[in-house]
């Protein structure tokens, strides 16, 4: 019943900045019980996480990627929200929200169906 769908530009110039989202129904986002996860997979390669929201709005990110990324939500829209600055070829990956148990952050039992991004001129 929980479903997610990212959403975003599929195309980004170097340098600029990516926005997606990630709609969520079926379940609110506000629920202690979980928390929301960016996951994203570059072609030929495994999916690395970029960070995470928890239920009481804070984040935390991987240390490779947290200087240029941000992750916020929209309680009201039941939204969760990814932003990655100073884009470079390198970050063109498919995109994924996923969410998870709080007490298994790392078991993530929910995914969107991705949404590719490819960063060129």
């Known amino acids: 019943q929980l479903q997610l769908q990212e959403s975003g530009p599929g195309l980004v110039k170097p340098s600029q900045t990516l926005s997606l989202t990630c709609t969520v129904s079926g379940g609110s986002i506000t629920t202690s019980y979980y928390t929301w996860s960016w996951i994203r997979q570059p072609p030929g390669k495994g999916l690395e996480w970029m960070g995470v929201?928890?239920?009481?709005?804070?984040?935390y990110y991987s240390p490779s990627l947290k200087s240029r990324t941000s992750i916020s939500r929209d309680t009201s829209k039941n939204t969760l929200y990814l932003q990655m600055n100073s884009l470079k070829p390198e970050d063109t990956a498919v995109y994924y929200c996923?969410?998870?148990?709080?007490?298994?952050?790392?078991?993530?039992?929910?995914w969107g169906q991705g949404t590719q991004v490819t960063v060129s001129s």
């Open positions: 929201i928890r239920y009481d709005d804070s984040t």
């Open positions: 996923a969410g998870s148990r709080a007490v298994k952050p790392y078991q993530y039992a929910y």
